[in-house]
């Protein structure tokens, strides 16, 4: 597969496009001043106790308080709590965890006030983004990221990827970092660490372990709100997280983020240096890759598709919906059959409009009825397949027996909203024209203009194929009639790009006669 990552920079943000195999699947934008991204670590102090939502809203500097539910706490809380009080205090020397003594769980079932107090510090990560009037939610559970490796400081488990499959590679990676983790240091192995050698695996350990040390660091004597950790920008955790499947080219339009992509590939990818380039062309970078057509008809309330079928998605504070529309282009044979196939192109595609749209929540499929079960079962498997290149966790349920399929999945930014309407010419957004049967008393009153003031002037009109026609039709038509009204042959051509109303008069030099009016 084709793998193209297209990132397009300006002043104030950036915007990346994936692209596989020319098809665009993910479009991500940040602002360059953008404050919280997932996986940002914050010292936050505790605002309001909600006994009722069994959570607590904690102030990390954004204008909404952030919300922290229980089961968002972690069961190492206790420790965590331990160790913000004593680093912040400056009483602990060192950020290793050697010597910390780890304190008992939190029990599941427990309530917020019995563990958090008013006012108190707390170390929290941003699990997700603001959305709509919601400010961004939180967690206890605090991670550091690397490329192979995930961190988790106060656990002691080791946990291997499920998509590793191959149960000697298991073994060999659990009893690898289990040699070379730090006491107190809990390590999730990622999918790319498959076949890693351990210099490689220790290098990345070492580097997440500098980070925790940084944070460390910032926590002595920090007042809350402070931000301790800040997420790499979004063009690096891209490249950190899908690099493992290798892209064939990054096209970038700025020579500074260029030179860090190369510079961050050459620490985590050196071999792949090369698939960078820096795009030089006069045309915007999102239009000579095709980008903009495609956003273009990719977003939306409609989305079509190769065979004529379409999708129409509509969105509710609560669900997304999708409906399946086979079109008029439905070939005809058998029934069944031309029904299952719009049906799977249609899963594909929803595929593709969930990752492209980052939509998240609860969604709703109301594909085209089909009566054989076997079809059905096929439909299913279609679906699960195209989302298995979804990083975010989803979960797709078998169509009920009313013909809808229930997807969840993850949300954690807002969803991306393009508006790729344009205002219309013809109305200027008013959403009204003048009535199409007095344009051509418009067109004789300009005439009739422009001949009294140059009537030697050659002229030629120019207007819609429409207008054009009904101009020249018949032998005593318009054009005929002005002909012997002014002695003079007036040439008249269409142009299909203009809209129904609109027209144009040009001198024998091919320059347009502007009119007062």
């Known amino acids: 597969m084709e793998k193209e990552l297209i990132i397009n920079t300006t002043p104030t943000d950036v915007e990346i496009a994936l692209l596989e195999d020319t098809k665009l699947v993910e479009l991500h934008y940040q602002k360059t001043n953008n404050n919280f991204s997932v996986g940002d670590i914050f010292l936050g102090k505790v605002r309001r106790l909600m006994p009722g939502l069994n959570a607590a809203f904690v102030d990390i500097g954004h204008h909404k308080d952030a919300f922290l539910h229980y089961t968002d706490l972690g069961p190492k809380l206790r420790s965590l709590l331990k160790f913000t009080t004593s680093a912040t205090a400056g009483s602990l020397n060192s950020s290793s965890l050697d010597n910390f003594k780890v304190e ?35 967690s206890c559970e605090i991670t550091i990221p690397g490329r192979f490796l995930v961190l988790t400081p106060f656990s002691d488990v080791i946990a291997v990827s499920k998509k590793i499959a191959n ?6 990676l ?17 999918t790319a660490a498959e076949g890693k050698k351990v210099a490689d695996l220790h290098e990345e350990l070492s580097f997440m372990l500098d980070k925790w040390d940084e944070m460390f660091n910032q926590m002595n004597k920090a007042n809350a709100p402070a931000k301790l950790l800040s997420e790499l920008d979004k063009t690096s955790s891209i490249l950190r997280d899908l690099l493992s499947d290798s892209f064939n080219r990054i096209v970038v339009n700025d020579k500074e983020l260029y030179h860090n992509i190369r510079t961050y590939l050459g620490t985590i990818a050196p071999e792949q240096m090369n698939i960078v380039q820096q795009y030089k062309g006069s045309k915007p970078i999102f239009e000579a890759h095709g980008v903009t057509k495609q956003i273009k008809s990719s977003f939306g309330k409609t989305a079509t598709m190769p065979s004529g079928a379409y999708l129409v998605i509509e969105h509710t504070e609560a669900l997304h919906v999708v409906d399946v529309n086979s079109g008029h282009k439905m070939s005809s044979g058998n029934a069944e059959d031309a029904i299952l196939k719009v049906n799977m192109e249609a899963a594909e595609e929803i595929a593709r409009q969930l990752r492209l749209r980052d939509i998240g929540g609860i969604i709703i499929v109301d594909f085209i009825d089909m009566r054989n079960p076997e079809h059905k ?15 975010a966790q989803h979960t797709i349920l078998p169509l009920s027996k009313f013909g809808l399929m229930q997807i969840t999945r993850q949300r954690v930014r807002p969803e991306v909203k393009i508006d790729t309407t344009e205002v219309c010419p013809t109305c200027n957004g008013t959403g009204k024209m003048n009535a199409p049967v007095l344009i051509v008393d418009e067109i004789e009153r300009d005439l009739q203009y422009i001949y009294q003031s140059r009537p030697k002037a050659k002229i030629k009109l120019v207007a819609h194929p429409f207008v054009e026609a009904f101009l020249k039709k018949g032998w005593k038509s318009r054009q005929v009639k002005w002909s012997l009204e002014y002695f003079k042959w007036i040439k008249i051509e269409a142009d299909a790009n203009y809209h129904l109303t609109k027209y144009r008069f040009f001198d024998e030099n091919d320059d347009e006669i502007r009119l007062n009016s």
Request: hydrophobic residues 35%; without cysteine; proline residues 7%.
């Open 167 to 172: 149960p000697e590679e298991r073994k060999r």
């Open 104 to 138: 008992p769980d939190i029990v599941k079932t427990g309530k917020i006030d019995q563990v958090l107090a008013k006012r108190q510090q707390v170390l929290v990560q941003v699990l997700k983004e603001p959305i709509s009037t919601k400010g961004p939610r939180l």
């Open 174 to 190: 659990k009893l690898l970092i289990e040699s070379i983790r730090p006491k107190n240091f809990g390590v999730i192995v990622r």
């Open 377 to 391: 079962k096929d439909l299913v498997q279609v679906m699960r397949q195209a989302m298995k290149k979804d990083r």
